[in-house]
């Protein structure tokens, strides 16, 4: 059973730092791509950044230059870096896996974002980052 727990969350001062980790199990990092997701207090959505299949990275254009994402295969752990944080980066932050080929016809469509042509359908129960000016 793929399982993905998020940490690491908090309330901070505009320009300070957090790291997020995501634990997962049951599944392989590298296997699909992975990423991070959030949905901000007015309902705004967005995978703001991931680790594709092949390892390029991606970042939003809200995070680039601020966030880094990672991962450790050993520790079958994804991170976020936030650095210099703004009041806008308040949100909830989700970890997320995509589903591969017949894996995702065993998963409801209601838990299944299709992100830039790929399907995300393992979520966190989430972290939430509350900034302050």
């Known amino acids: 059973e ?4 998020e940490s ?12 997020l980790s995501c634990a997962g199990s049951g599944f392989s990092f590298d296997d699909s791509e992975v990423g991070w997701y959030r949905e901000a207090p ?22 680039a230059g601020r ?9 079958s752990a994804l991170y976020l870096q936030l650095n210099n ?8 932050y989700y970890c997320a896996k995509q589903c591969i080929e017949t894996e995702c016809e065993r998963i409801p469509t209601s838990k299944v974002l299709v992100i830039h042509g790929t399907k995300f359908a393992y979520w966190g129960q989430g972290t939430q980052v509350t900034v302050s000016s």
């Open 8 to 19: 690491g969350g908090g309330s901070v001062q505009a320009g300070e730092s957090l790291r």
């Open 67 to 75: 966030f880094t994402i990672s991962l450790d295969n050993a520790k």
């Open 85 to 92: 944080l703004k009041t806008e980066d308040t949100a909830m």
């Open 2 to 5: 793929v399982q993905l727990v």
């Open 42 to 63: 007015d309902n705004e959505c967005a995978l703001i950044s991931s680790i594709r299949r092949d390892g390029s990275l991606y970042y939003s254009d809200s995070v």
